[in-house]
């Protein structure tokens, strides 16, 4: 597929449904598989999509040290990568909330394009703030029915709702030269059911 966005073509798309949490960063962790330093992954979705729990997933595949968690508060963290065994190390994961930056100066301030080259940068909210650090990136968008949304589910309410329940739709589109001929992942293949109890 090619679709021209601005000066960037679109060289692959795939959308997939993730059942739940976990199978949502089994998927980071693919993703993790074909990201390297200078990589731009530029996340969006509304608020419990599950945009962290990819970069968990993410981080997962990339060896990095920390717990990845939302940086809403601190914007930026920064995890480095862990010693593999064979003594090699992978590229930095640079964890960027832009929730709450307003404008490119705000971006700028942060000088994400000094490590863009050495690591890989995750940034969350980050469409319409960051395209310009990397023409070459994925964009990730996450949806998550809620409410009238999901199927038989009742209303959305932040205090009954399992945060790690519920199918999320990802889309994923590979913009730039870098991405052309890179297989993007499927969904995760779903864990095997516990066997049946005998019966009594």
Known sequence: ?????????????TTVDLADADATRAYGEAL?????????????????AGKTTLTQGIGTGLGV??????PTFVIARVHP????????????????????????????????????????TVVEWGEGLVE??????LEVALRRPRGSDAAGA??????????AAGVRTVTVRARGER????????????AP??????PA
């Open 1 to 13: 597929m090619s679709e021209q966005d601005g000066a960037t073509a679109t060289v692959a798309e």
């Open 193 to 198: 059911a516990a066997p049946a109890a005998p």
């Open 65 to 70: 040290r920390g717990a990845v968690a939302s």
């Open 154 to 163: 009742p209303p959305h309410t932040e205090d009954a709702e399992d945060a």
């Open 81 to 120: 990568p862990l010693p593999r065994p064979d003594g090699a190390t992978g590229p930095t994961l640079v964890h960027v909330d832009a929730y709450r930056l307003g404008s490119l100066d705000e971006v700028d301030a942060l000088d994400l394009d000094t490590s863009l080259d050495e690591s890989v």
């Open 132 to 137: 310009s650090l990397a023409d070459d990136r």
């Open 179 to 190: 991405w052309r001929g890179v297989a993007l992942p499927d969904a995760p293949a779903a």
């Open 32 to 48: 993790a598989a074909l990201l390297r330093a200078g990589d731009l992954v530029v996340l969006t979705g509304d608020l419990g």
